[in-house]
């Protein structure tokens, strides 16, 4: 190659490294922002309350504060009522997950796979659901849930949380990509509607249903307004309902809080670590649909 | 078999109908407090003892979350039997009827007007309505100011002689305490009880000569003098002024207890006391804490500390007579204990008996809550006094932390609680 | 003839499956969603007090009057407009640039995604509550901005300071949610596929070419999508904000509609100004979605 090209080369390679330089630091900065809080909490948790704000802030905690997490499940009141608490949200969180995957399929199934009059009416109509703030409902949502008498209970968390308009779209979304050709051979073959969706449609759809299955749980593991107005006994508390009763009781101190919020949070990144392969971008996610 | 089916489900309806009419299930909310809950817990299992087939259920928030709890519960027709808030936020539940009056034979008293003369005259105007008695005081609380002594001999002040008597020397001693990093408080002196205005900042204003409505209840802030000084003094505490706390930094109350050198003083009630005790033993053994008077202003025109409030245990109306019954039975076997929840929960219940025996006298400090309560009205309460206590906190908050003057605030607080007493 | 007749029967047939897939969600969404709104339509024409047994009374539109008339509530969809402006469209945009740069590493990309999505895993009360002391004035925050600005000792009232606790909730928010739209972006780049690129480069396309007028129109339903979403999201936003002002927070800086709502129906105990507040809040949100359909009609995307 000649000189003159092989200068250039080298100039643009240059440019390229300088930029290649600058993105990954980009990156790594980014990481360390978004991580830094997560951290913060698992190493409060560590530490005795007086030296969480202290300035400035040792990373390193001096030694393991066990009494912060012992304090925590304990709770002011000695009652250890956190790990009734935790139950409740598990036991919440897997109900809702579990109906909003079969209800959403279901739904999404029929309105991506079946032509009926009315079909883009039912599909707007359950889009405009998301539209409303749950704040506009949630007076109404409990006076028909006492009415029902299954306030206070796990019928009463659960309820409203049956099906969300997200998880219809979601799984219509991903139907209607779903070949015909391979439906319409069942029909021949005999199969009814009712089979084909479970013995094609679910297999083949573990990725989705898998995604919306995390994502319905970890909303529902979150949620704090629906449990604030119909749970009224300590045992049917929910997790957010415990940390913000933690933390308005007088006697709580900032590295049990820690301890309290580490401890939900556990369990959820645990799952989503395990489960992560499901819903990542890129080469991972697109992979299996070619396949 | 089927013989034997049908007398299994004779057998099993017959219990259930024999259970529910003997088995009652009394629901009592309150708010958070262990050294109640411990002698409560206590009471209940003697009564339920004494009185076979009632069950009491026991259900304890945080003092935040209950006043919405109990709304939610009652909006549905699904309230608790028994329950207790702040006088200011169970005012609404007696105007609205939702109560039902004191059976003061189930509660032991030979007549209503007996029940009247247990108690310290006054104490039980605010729960009288249409002539009718609505509820029983479960202590009637004012706050003082708890001094750590530790921390003014650590600034090079004598407690004793050093603590502030007006709120001028407040600024003071507060600044002398102060441990700041640039702008950063890492030790404060005094801090004010943040989200209670009406009870801890309203006197303050009162004490320059003004009022939050007038006594003919329907005009609201009277003496724009009296509320510019208080709105300024405010800010001049703050982040823009001298720097001397906010609302956002942790409540002085609840730091006070672990001695922990990060603040001086903190506006508190005689429950503190035992609190100290249970958080803290070796600090509270130490002695080396103090109570001290509430500040008055150089300058007052009304020597007026901060307003006392009560918590009242109420019953609920839309319950069957019997339950009513047998709540009004129960709150007065737990009242009844008035010297227990004196020396173990630190809270004083206004009865004669109590105020004036020996128990209560000897408590150290007693008579600096004492004189203040003498010298006090009760807290300001209505059917909308949660609303008009946000408008005040608004006030203070926007001179404090948003840079709003004095004078702007002041007319915005106007309008809007002029529009709370216009509305009713 | 007899053959149409069969295949109209299966239609029927196939139309009456629809339905009867469609129906439990349909049934539940009548139950819990469409009942409970149009309950909250009814009650917003009446003055409603929660506590009152007496019934009602019917004031028709005195409700919306007194809000469109009231600078509180004014208050309230300014904090809501700010905090939607200023959260979802950093939003879009870092979500965007997080996704190009990752798909451009050859490396580490299910690490990236990891880390930038974990803070969505957690609850907001949880996010909340650590956000809460590092704001606190002795916390990361402020020794954090002094440290690079150079600022020893400065109290920056991330919580405190009226425009600041605004900025504090949408870092909060944006911390938050940033991974998971960052994924959204990643499945939509990674849907393009190469063929696009290669075809584009024998025609002697660069990078940037590439980027403008291939990636970022093919990218429209993906952005969409995100908009939407995201917007819809910080519409609603509720916690964060509730959990500041129980933290000592100034009221009326982030006193967005959801909180407004909250409050009027709990402590003011006016349900029926609380349902009209709903409404609206309904109504802007139907408003903006629409907003976003009609500036960009593109669903179905062919290449």
Redesign the interface.
Same mark, same amino acid.
């Given at each position: 190659m000649s000189h003159v090209l092989q200068r250039k080369k080298n100039k643009i390679n240059r440019q390229y490294l300088i930029i290649d330089i600058f993105i990954w630091a980009f990156l790594i900065l980014v990481v360390l922002f978004i991580l830094a809080p997560t951290i913060f909490m698992f190493t409060a948790s560590l530490m005795p309350?007086?030296d969480i704000l202290k300035?400035p802030y040792r990373w390193i905690p001096k030694g393991f504060y066990w009494q912060n997490y012992w304090q925590g499940i304990r709770g002011?009141?000695?009652s250890f009522i956190y790990i009734r608490n935790i139950f409740n949200s598990l036991i919440v969180a897997s109900a809702v997950a579990a109906t909003t995957v079969i209800f959403s399929a279901l739904a999404g199934f029929g309105l991506a796979k079946y032509y009926f009059k009315g079909r883009t009416l039912v599909f707007m109509l359950i889009m405009a659901t998301m539209m409303i703030p749950f704040e506009a409902i949630m007076?109404p949502l409990?006076?028909v849930t006492?009415k029902l008498g299954i306030?206070d209970s796990y019928a009463g968390l659960i309820a409203p949380f049956l099906v969300n308009a997200f998880g219809v779209f979601l799984m219509r979304q991903f139907f209607i990509t779903f070949p015909d050709e391979i439906l319409d051979a069942a029909r021949i073959d005999g199969a009814s509607e009712l089979m084909i969706f479970r013995t094609i449609i679910l297999p083949n759809s573990i990725p989705v249903v898998a995604t919306l299955a995390i994502l319905t749980f970890k909303a529902q593991w979150d949620n704090l307004l629906w449990p604030?107005?119909v749970v009224?006994?300590?045992e049917m508390k929910t997790i957010p309902l415990y940390i913000?009763?933690f933390m308005?009781?007088?006697?709580?101190?900032e590295g049990a809080m820690m301890a309290v919020a580490a401890m939900a949070s556990i369990p959820i990144l645990i799952v989503f670590f395990k489960l992560s392969k499901y819903f990542l971008g890129g080469a991972a996610l697109y992979s299996s649909r070619k396949g | 078999m089927k013989k034997l089916f049908t007398i299994f489900i004779f057998v099993l309806l017959l219990s259930m109908t024999v259970n529910s009419v003997t088995a009652m299930e009394i629901t009592f909310?309150t708010h958070?407090d262990?050294n109640r809950?411990e002698i409560e817990d206590r009471y209940i299992a003697e009564f339920e003892q004494a009185n076979p087939g009632v069950t009491i259920?026991r259900?304890? +928030?945080?003092?935040?979350?209950i006043?919405?709890?109990i709304?939610?519960?009652?909006?549905? +027709?699904?309230g608790p039997d028994i329950f207790n808030m702040s006088i200011e936020d169970e005012y609404?539940?007696i105007v609205?009827? *939702?109560l039902a009056p004191v059976d003061f034979e189930a509660a032991g008293y030979p007549s209503l007007q007996a029940v009247y003369d247990a108690y310290i005259p006054g104490v039980l105007d605010p729960v009288t309505y249409k002539g009718q008695l609505y509820g029983l005081p479960l202590e009637l609380t004012n706050w003082c100011i708890f001094i750590n002594k530790k921390v003014f001999k650590d600034a090079g002040l004598d407690p004793e002689k050093d603590y502030p008597k007006t709120w001028e020397e407040m600024v003071e001693v507060s600044d002398k305490l102060c441990i *700041? $990093?640039?702008?950063?408080? %890492?030790r404060r002196g005094f801090d004010f009880r943040?989200p209670y205005y009406l009870v801890a900042m309203v006197p303050m204003v009162e004490q320059l000569g003004g009022q939050l409505i007038s006594d003919d209840g329907k005009t609201a802030i009277v003496n724009d003098e009296a509320w510019l000084k208080f709105l300024k003094f405010m800010q001049e505490w703050g982040?823009s002024g001298r720097n001397l706390g906010?609302?956002?930094?942790?409540?002085a109350?609840?730091l006070f %207890?672990?001695d922990?050198n990060d603040i001086g003083m903190c506006h508190t009630g005689l429950y503190q006391i035992g *609190?100290i005790n249970a958080?803290n033993p070796a600090f509270y053994d130490s002695k080396e804490w103090m109570i001290v008077p509430f500040p008055v202003f150089e300058d007052a025109v009304k020597d007026v500390p901060a307003a006392y409030y009560g918590h009242y245990y109420m019953v609920n109306g839309q319950k069957p007579k019997e339950n009513q019954q047998m709540a009004w039975k129960f709150i007065a076997y737990m009242l009844s204990h008035s010297e227990e929840y004196l020396t173990k929960v630190n809270i004083v219940q206004p009865t004669v008996e109590l105020m004036s025996s020996e128990t209560y006298k000897s408590m150290p400090y007693s008579d600096v809550f004492t004189n203040d309560m003498a010298k006090g009205h009760i807290v300001y309460y209505g059917e909308?006094s949660?609303?008009i206590q946000?408008h005040i906190? $608004?006030a203070v $908050?926007?001179v404090?932390?948003?840079?709003v003057s004095p004078e702007d605030a002041l007319k915005t607080l106007r309008r809007?609680v002029q529009e709370v007493l216009d509305e009713g | 003839m007899s053959k149409r007749i069969s295949s109209y029967s299966i239609e029927r047939k196939k139309a009456r499956w629809g339905w009867i897939f469609v129906a439990p969600t349909l049934i539940f969404f009548s139950v819990f969603s469409f009942y409970p709104i149009f309950n909250a339509l009814y009650t917003s024409l009446f003055r409603k /007090?929660?506590?009152?047994?007496k019934p009602p009374d019917f004031i028709g539109l005195d409700n919306y009057i007194y809000l469109l008339k009231s600078p509180?509530f004014w208050n309230s969809i300014r904090a809501t407009v700010v905090f939607t402006l200023g959260t979802f469209l950093p939003l879009l945009i870092f979500s965007l640039i997080f996704a190009i740069f990752i798909m451009s590493r050859k490396r580490f990309q299910n690490f990236f995604q990891i880390a930038y999505y974990s803070p969505a895993v957690l609850s907001s009360v949880v996010a909340a509550v650590i956000w809460l002391l590092i704001?606190?004035?002795?916390g990361l925050g402020?020794q954090w901005l002094?440290l690079i600005m150079n600022t020893?000792? =400065?109290?920056h /009232?991330w919580?405190?300071?009226?425009v600041m606790v605004q900025m504090s909730t949408m870092l909060v928010y944006f911390w938050k949610y940033v991974g998971y739209f960052t994924i959204i972006f990643i499945v939509g780049l990674a849907s393009i596929p190469q063929s696009i690129y290669e075809a584009a480069k024998i025609d002697g396309a660069n990078n940037w070419k590439n980027f403008w007028y291939i990636t970022l129109p093919l990218l429209k339903p993906t952005t969409i999508l995100v908009s939407i979403i995201s917007m819809l999201q910080c519409l609603r936003t509720f916690s964060t904000q509730y959990l500041f002002t129980?933290?000592?927070?100034?009221?009326?800086?982030i006193n967005v509609i959801t909180l407004n709502i909250y409050?009027t129906a =709990?402590?003011?105990?006016r =349900?029926g100004r609380a349902s009209a507040m709903s409404i609206i809040l309904f109504i802007i949100m139907m408003l903006f979605t629409w907003v976003q359909f009609k500036s960009s009609r593109a669903d179905e995307i062919s290449y």
């Open positions: 309350a007086n300035m002011n009141d000695g007076i409990y006076l006492t306030q604030l107005l009224q006994s300590e913000v009763k308005a009781e007088k006697h709580t101190d | 909310w958070e262990p809950t259920k259900v304890t +928030n945080a003092s935040g979350k006043i919405e709890l709304l939610t519960a009652f909006a549905a +027709n699904q609404a539940y609205n009827e *939702r *700041r $990093e640039g702008e950063i408080l %890492n943040y982040p906010s609302p956002t930094y942790t409540n109350r609840k %207890n672990m922990n *609190r958080d909308n949660a609303k946000s906190r $608004e $908050e926007s404090m932390l948003a840079g809007k | /007090k929660l506590l009152s047994l509180d704001f606190d004035p002795r402020n002094n020893p000792g =400065i109290d /009232k919580l405190a300071n009226s129980q933290g000592g927070a100034p009221l009326a800086p409050y =709990i402590r003011d105990h =349900i």
